[in-house]
C-alpha cells in the first residue's frame, strides 16, 4: 500500500473577504493510521505555494499533520477579486479559519518570508495557539533592496516552451535559495507551473503585486513599527532562520529579533541568500530539531 506521507492531499477551506468569499487550498501531509494532535503549518513566501515544503513535510512525517497552504491568490486557490486586499492582514485572517478547521489546540508554525510575517502576526494574538514559531529569512524591517529586487519580478507576464525552460528562467531570480541539484530545483518549479495553452506560466495572480508596488515610505515605515510592536507580544519559542548573503532579512535586525520580545534562537546558513528553501539535509535537521523540542 502506497504511504500517504509520500504525496499530501489537496483540500480546501472557504475564507471571508471584503468582496464576499474565496476558497483557500492546501496540502495535508498526514498518516493512514489517523490524525495526530501535533500540527505543523508551513506557509511560504509572495510568489511560491505550499509544494516547497514536500521535503521538510516528509522529514517530519513521524507523528505530525503538517499542513501547507497555497496563500490566497497562489496555487490551488482562489483569486481575489480586490487586488489591494493581497495583505497580510487577510492572508492572517484566511490562516485563522484554517486553524479553526484543523481543530487543534495548538500548532507549530514555519514561515517563509511572508509565511513569517503571517506568522508574527499570529503568534502576537492574545491566545495565540502557536507554540513554536520558525521564521525563515524575514523579521520586522525588511531590507528595501530585497524588496526592490522582489517587485521588479513579481507578476511579470511571462511565458515558457517548456518546464526546463521554465527552470532557468527561475533560476536566475532565485539564487539566494542557495545550492541545488537539477533533479531538486525541477522539484521545486514544477508546482509553480501552470499550462496555458502549449505554454507554461506561472501558477499566481500577477496582481499580488500591486499592494508591494503601492507602498509608501510612509506606510513601510508604519508597517515596520506595527511588526516590531507584534513581534514583542511574542511569548513562544522562536528561531529564525536566516541566509548568510539575504537582502532581506539584516544582519542588525536579526540581532534585534534576539535580543526582544521572545528572543529568537538565530541560526545562519552560509552560501545562501533570501530564502532557504529546507530542502538540504543540514537546514532540514535544524529545523526538526527545534519543533521536535516543543512537541
Known sequence: MTDPMNEPRL???QCLDGRGLHRMAYWL????NGATDRVLVCA????RQGRDFDTLARAMRDGWR?????VVGRGESDRLADPSAYQITTYAADMVTLLARLDAKTVHWFGTSMGGLIGIGL????NSPISRLVLNDVGPAIDPV??????AYIGLPLTWASEDEAADYLLTISKGFGPHSREQWLALTRPMLRRDGDRYRLHYDPAIGVPLRAMTVAAAGAGEAALWAAYDAIRCPTLVLRGADSDVLAPATAAAMAARGPKARVHEFAGVGHAPMIVAADQVEVVREFL???A
Open 146 to 151: 530585497g524588496i526592490a529586487r522582489i517587485a
Open 11 to 13: 483540500r480546501h477551506v
Open 66 to 70: 503538517v499542513v501547507c497552504p497555497d
Open 44 to 47: 511560504h513566501g509572495l510568489s
Open 292 to 294: 521536535d523540542a516543543g
Open 29 to 32: 501531509w498526514e498518516r493512514e
Open 123 to 126: 503568534a502576537a494574538l492574545p
